[in-house]
Nanobody
């Protein structure tokens, strides 16, 4: 089990940028796939971006070219750089981690897995774009 703590959310005008961070309680460098998910009010949680232990990434079509996921394994930190923000990006953003596995790698090859594929979650950070 790994504990995750997100930060960096806030309110921003459309077209602006934000940088989210997620700090893990243990070494994530070689064994964990990490991801960002978001949940708008009244909607289901959806995948935003993932980064596997080998550095390979996947993005939701809605954020491609605007968001960038990265990880700093030395500091057990996951980042999400968000730019050209739109009102539709408003949501609670969650950091997630799951032990890398052949099954998860296969799912990632098809796109961002459903939230059910991840068992470790942060408490969320709110992003509001107006």
């Amino acid at each position: 089990h790994v504990q995750l703590v997100e930060s960096g959310g806030g309110s921003v005008q459309a077209g602006g940028s934000l940088r989210l961070s997620c700090v893990a309680s243990r070494d994530i460098s070689t064994t964990y796939c990490m991801g960002w998910f978001r949940q708008p009010p009244g909607s289901e949680r959806e995948g935003v971006a993932t980064i596997d232990s080998d550095g390979s990434t996947t993005y939701a079509d809605s954020v491609k070219g605007r968001f960038a996921i990265s990880r700093d394994n030395a500091n057990n930190t996951l980042w999400l750089e968000m730019s050209s923000l739109k009102e539709d990006d408003s949501a609670t953003y969650y950091c997630a981690a799951e032990t890398s596995s052949p099954l998860l790698t296969a799912l990632l090859a098809l796109g961002i897995p459903s939230p059910g594929a991840f068992t470790n979650w942060g408490q969320g950070t709110q992003v509001t774009v107006s």
